[in-house]
């Protein structure tokens, strides 16, 4: 038996490419095959056809490379939810960019772990200029480390501030991200003190009479610029003033509304971003990068020196003094991929002005929609769209409805809606990070989330199918959640 080709060295390339001939046609049919933004039939029926095209994973005699990649990549594409269809609009869970996904491709082919200098000499190099680059868009001195996501950035966040204060007390309003909870628990800290957000941003009074109140630990502010339910943002200049008075550390989870940085339109969303001390980022969000893309950028490079770790094999002493950089202190994970180059892609080949292109659009359709929502007498507006998630329910239907709605539309296979709670009710959510949807995209959606809406007991057994006027009217003003 021959031995497989590599996809590095100078014959890789060459192995490669029929191979990525055999990928993409299946992607295309897989695609074909699903029609729409998920498959149809819901979790038994999807795992049934999965089972049904790979009844064996591991057989005695492979399959060989081109029956192998037709078959499972297009059973994977027939299975998927695909962010790049316009009806799939649940979740901070973008499309992302062809010239990243190639990037990422070359990324796996070269197959750097960047856990020493040795294993990743270029790579290293361009990790460090994308952190730069990245950081010197908050402060122009600051650094930043490429992490997972969002939730390995607030605990490493958490995790800087521990080491440099000792145990903190975390305080965050009621509508912060799950994972900080998990990174106190996570880094045996004090359970968060959690203040009201009864706006869905955090109330500055509860805030200050927190912060006011005598504590056993230094206090530790977390602040959120781009909510996962609604997109809201929380006033940032004043949570910085009231940490100022009351000498407690900030972090600001900007995972979601953080790229606001590139768009000069949206920017001044973000006034007060620039006086964290730590920030999340997370560019597989509103940055169109494939998972994963996070970032966590400091204020004081010198706070990563915490970070920092011995391992004789991959950063001795010598080796260091010698002028071998030391990757170890870059991160908690020791092998990592090269995430920096896609990255690095991406802002090299659209630059500032492309990447403000993306993110006003995709605000400006949120706006579109939030407005044929607001002018439909079927349908309920949650608030005016603070980045591009739109809250929507029909009118009178109670939480019960609204989940039934949802589960009817993954079901069909017709469309992707998230859920999320606020105003003590359940609301459908459209989080649009498709920067190509058409007003008709728009309207097509909400006709098939009225189209699932059950018919009430007084309405006609056979009423007309809804539809939505198919003009796009002008965007609103953009305010921030109710």
Known sequence: ?????????????????PLLDVVLDALHQGAKTRSGPLPAGGPHL?????????????????????????????????????PAEPHCAAHLHTPPLALATAADLAAAALNPSLDSWDQAPAASALEHLVTQALAHQIWPHGDALITTGGTESNQLALLLAREHHGPVQVVCGAHTHHSIHRATWLLGLPSPIVVPAPTGTTDLTALAATLAAPHPHPLLVVATAGTTDTGAIDPLPAIA???????????????????????????????????????????HKLGWQPVAAGVLAVADP??????????????????????????????????????????????????????????????????????????????????????????????????????????????????????????????????????????????TLLTATLSTTPTPPSAPSTPARPTIPSTTPAPPTEGTPR
């Not at 038996?1 to 490419?17: E, F, I, K, N």
């Not at 057989?59 to 059973?75: F, I, K, M, N, S």
């Open 1 to 17: 038996m021959h031995s497989p080709p590599l996809a590095g060295g100078t014959a890789g390339p060459a192995a490669l490419r």
């Open 46 to 82: 999807v795992t049934r056809r999965v089972q049904a095209a790979a009844p064996t994973v591991l057989p005695d005699h492979g399959t060989g490379a081109e029956e192998a990649l037709t078959t499972l990549v297009r059973a994977l594409a027939e299975g998927a939810a695909d």
């Open 302 to 443: 010198q706070r990563l020196t915490a970070l920092g770790h011995t391992a004789d094999y991959l950063n001795a002493d010598d080796d260091t003094d010698a002028g071998l950089p030391d990757l170890l202190g870059r991160s908690l994970r020791t092998t990592r991929r090269p995430d920096a180059l896609k990255i690095a892609v991406t802002l090299r080949a659209l630059g500032r002005d492309g990447l403000a292109h993306l993110i006003d659009r995709v605000c400006a359709h949120a706006a579109t929609l939030a407005q044929l929502i607001d002018q439909h007498p079927q349908l309920e507006l949650y608030a005016p769209p603070t980045i591009s998630t739109v809250l929507f329910r029909p009118h009178d239907a109670d939480d019960t409805t609204v989940a039934h709605i949802r589960r009817t539309l993954l079901t069909d296979g017709t469309a992707v809606l998230g859920r999320a709670r606020a105003d003590g009710r359940l609301w459908l959510k459209a989080t649009l990070l498709n920067p190509h949807l058409t007003p008709h995209d728009l309207t």
């Open 241 to 283: 003033d009231l940490c100022a008075t009351h000498r407690a550390e900030l972090h600001i989870d900007a995972a979601y509304g953080g790229p606001l940085l590139f768009s000069d339109r949206h920017r001044p969303r973000l006034a007060g971003l620039e006086r964290a001390d730590t920030v999340t980022l997370d560019l």
